[in-house]
T-cell receptor, first 114, second 110 residues
């Protein structure tokens, strides 16, 4: 499988500020990464598909101007939550797709907006 | 419309027992069915997965049973251990994109 890291593991920010979360594929050249959001004791909700060198594909209902995704290299995708508000507080998880089917997840980033 | 339904929501099993978690899907285009294990505060870890061309796959204590006609699949954990206590998610994928079940919280009592 692929080893995936995320940074930071947790972050607290003030309402109205922006925060960037990095997702790195440490041992696999990832053309496709996914970003998920997970609320406490809930399932994973796919936010967007991050494609290296092209624009991300967002799921219905996800604001692309609020959740900016940049996949500038085969090992790095970033998610920027712009003008964060308390309702954006969540657990954000990225994953790397290694073939046609398999996904390997990062350890997640806990975002708290105060 | 929930595409992947998972049950039960929670499960308590004695050490050494068999844990069984069930999932049902609706979209026949799904072609890959993984199970993930997630511990609190961590990302999900791929446990075992199956393609629809086989009816069963076993890896150690973990077995997936797959019923294509019923559009159902299940995870069996044999000889369950306290260390297996976690949340388990089934998923169904098409074109590499996954839809997840709501999760099952498994507690294995010593």
């Amino acid at each position: 499988g692929a080893v995936v890291s995320q940074h930071p593991s947790w972050v607290i920010c003030k309402s109205g500020t922006s925060v960037k979360i990095e997702c790195r594929s440490l041992d696999f050249q990832a053309t496709t990464m996914f970003w998920y959001r997970q609320f406490p004791k809930k399932s994973l909700m796919l936010m967007a598909t991050s494609n290296e060198g092209s624009k991300a594909t967002y799921e219905q209902g996800v604001e692309k101007d609020k959740f900016l995704i940049n996949h500038a290299s085969l090992t790095l995708s970033t998610l920027t939550v712009t003008s964060a508000h308390p309702e954006d507080s969540s657990f954000y998880i990225c994953s790397v797709r290694t073939g046609s089917y398999e996904q390997y997840f990062g350890p997640g980033t806990r975002l708290t907006v105060t | 419309q929930q595409q992947v339904k998972q049950s039960p929501q929670s499960l308590i099993v004695q050490k050494g027992g068999i844990s069984i978690i069930n999932c049902a899907y609706e979209n026949t285009a799904f072609d890959y069915f993984p199970w993930y294990q997630q511990f609190p505060g961590k990302g999900p870890a791929l446990l075992i997965a199956i393609r629809p061309d086989v009816s069963e796959k076993k890896e150690g204590r973990f077995t997936i049973s797959f019923n294509k006609s019923a559009k159902q699949f299940s995870l069996h954990i044999m000889d369950s251990q306290p260390g297996d206590s976690a949340t388990y998610f089934c998923a169904a994928s098409h074109t590499g994109k996954s839809t997840f079940g709501d999760g099952t919280t498994l507690t294995v009592k010593p």
